[in-house]
């Protein structure tokens, strides 16, 4: 088969354009060689161009990323700041206030710098999960640790209504619960129970953590596993919700939310698929 000098010039010209970002389609509905290398090209072209959009979507993502821990990070540095400058010329009990809200701020900061690099270990997709069979009881109680001192203080307790075996990843289901319960006891009242369920269906085994709350509107539950977005929350800077659906998720599974209301608090539910 015989190529023409000029259908070669017109493919090359048309594979420029494309290379200068135009809009452009180099496939004829002719049979033949130089139709089929026409149609695999006009493919590369597109995955090129899909590639090529994607990497600026991830781009403008760090960017809005980076953006919000800049934000998160500035506004406790500054009031430490501020308190440390303050500290030398205060009173003796003022020096114990503003060094008690120095430690709570440094606190809450590493917990977000390590909830940040937990996300952006999972958002690379780097994490191995190694699955095992453990009891709700088992994973509820180990997540329950690190949350003994708040569940104190607003005499609090957390009530396990069913046992289950569970296939999951213990350290990192153990980390998405604590969170999950965390949420649970400041949206719960003061000496009040939360409840932890467990089930299982022919398409998921599940554990739910209801609170003891006044319920969450529907209009809030679409933005609740977003990054930053109720950083404005006293009690912590939007992070742990998102964390948590990022864990489940990278198990194969999924968290549903039931707003409650009316007197019922919400409910969280973990579905690990089968």
């Excluded at 049979?31 to 149609?39: D, F, P, V």
């Excluded at 009881?137 to 001192?149: D, G, Q």
């Excluded at 006293?234 to 489940?248: C, D, K, M, R, T």
Aim: hydrophobic share 35%; with cysteine.
């Amino acid at each position: 088969m015989l190529i023409r000098k000029d259908e070669i010039t017109e493919l090359s010209n048309g594979i420029r354009k494309a290379i200068d970002g135009q809009e452009i389609d180099i496939r004829d509905n002719k049979e033949g060689a130089l139709s089929i290398l026409k149609n695999d090209i006009h493919t590369l072209i597109n995955i090129e161009k899909e590639q090529r959009s994607k990497a600026q979507e991830e781009r403008e993502h760090l960017s809005e990323y980076l953006t919000d821990i800049s934000h998160q990070l500035k506004t406790p540095i500054t009031s430490m700041i501020l308190m440390a400058n303050l500290l030398e010329d205060a009173p003796e009990d003022k020096q114990r206030e503003f060094i008690f809200s120095i430690k709570k701020e440094l606190s809450h900061m590493e917990w977000l710098i390590s909830a940040l690099l937990k996300m952006a270990k999972l958002d690379s997709g780097t994490v191995n999960f190694i699955t095992s069979d453990i009891s709700t009881s088992e994973l509820v109680n180990a997540a329950l640790k690190p949350l003994s001192i708040l569940l104190d203080i607003k005499n609090q307790k957390v009530e396990i209504r069913n046992e289950r075996l569970l296939q999951c990843d213990r350290r990192w289901t153990e980390e998405a619960l604590t969170n999950l319960l965390k949420n649970a006891s400041e949206c719960s009242k003061e000496n009040s129970v939360i409840y932890v369920d467990s089930g299982e269906n022919p398409i998921y085994k599940w554990i739910s953590i209801t609170d003891a709350g006044e319920g969450i509107s529907k209009e809030r539950v679409s933005s609740l596993f977003r990054r930053f977005e109720n950083s404005q929350n006293e009690n912590g800077y939007g992070v742990g919700l998102p964390l948590a659906l990022s864990i489940i998720r990278g198990q194969n599974g999924d968290i549903e939310v039931s707003p409650g209301g009316n007197g019922t608090g919400a409910t969280f539910t973990i579905k690990f698929y089968k």
